[in-house]
T-cell receptor
Framework: DAGVIQSPRHEVTEMGQEVTLRCKPI?????LFWYRQTMMRGLELLIY????????DSGMPEDRFSAKMPNASFSTLKIQPSEPRDSAVYFC????????????????FGNGTRLTVT | RKEVEQDPGPFNVPEGATVAFNCTYS??????FFWYRQDCRKEPKLLMS???SGNEDGRFTAQLNRASQYISLLIRDSKLSDSATYLC?????????????FGKGTHLIIQP
């Protein structure tokens, strides 16, 4: 079975450019999460969706970040304009049901997108 | 602010040894706990849930100490393939993903 699919795997861009990260969750999963991971801050939740609806975007760093989920099988995270401090690994994860309510389904992570902004 | 603290390590352990590390959490209302494993340059994957009574999965044992607000992971007869970063995850009672807090991870290196 296909897991969570993210693209691209690596992205190198210059400061000021627009970056779009893509995610296809596991079919049938109704929760989708975007995380960012850095050595300094670890895994940080940016935003999550339930049934394609954004539920909590309080983790989005600032207005330069936006995320959409136009349908159950696709989501994007966009950074415009990008800055060097945005360099990180961005993970998309999905789950069948909420991971914080019984039966507490595990998160299934994609391979991540390693973003470098120069 | 919710806090989940882990010793970042690295823990350098000879193959075959037993190793244990803890994760402390600040919210006494935390409901559920998990250990995730993350290999170098890979995504995190669920290793095991942590139940109140403690639970075992092969060489891995997870325990919860609610009074002292920590969970532990013990690995017996460690293998080279156990080298990874182990992430503690704490789930609070509020529900929703904002109740899911990841620690920064403990880096484990098993040496031949």
């Amino acid at each position: 079975d296909a897991g969570v699919i993210q693209s691209p795997r690596h992205e190198v861009t210059e400061m000021g450019q627009e970056v779009t990260l893509r995610c296809k969750p596991i079919s049938g999963h109704d929760y989708l999460f975007w995380y960012r991971q850095t050595m300094m801050r670890g895994l940080e939740l940016l935003i999550y969706f339930n049934n394609n609806v954004p539920i909590d975007d309080s983790g989005m760093p600032e207005d330069r970040f936006s995320a959409k989920m136009p349908n159950a099988s696709f989501s994007t995270l966009k950074i415009q304009p990008s800055e060097p401090r945005d360099s990180a690994v961005y993970f998309c994860a999905s789950s069948l049901g909420s991971p914080s309510r019984a039966p507490r389904e595990p998160l299934h992570f994609g391979n991540g997108t390693r973003l470098t902004v120069t | 602010r919710k806090e989940v603290e882990q010793d970042p390590g690295p823990f350098n352990v000879p193959e075959g040894a037993t190793v244990a590390f803890n994760c402390t959490y600040s919210n006494s209302a935390s409901q559920s706990f998990f250990w995730y494993r993350q290999d170098c340059r890979k995504e995190p994957k669920l290793l095991m849930s942590v139940y109140s009574s403690g639970n075992e999965d092969g060489r891995f044992t997870a325990q919860l100490n609610r009074a002292s607000q920590y969970i532990s992971l013990l690995i017996r007869d460690s293998k080279l393939s156990d080298s990874a970063t182990y992430l503690c995850v704490v789930v609070d009672s509020g529900g929703g993903a904002d109740g899911l807090t990841f620690g920064k991870g403990t880096h484990l290196i098993i040496q031949p």
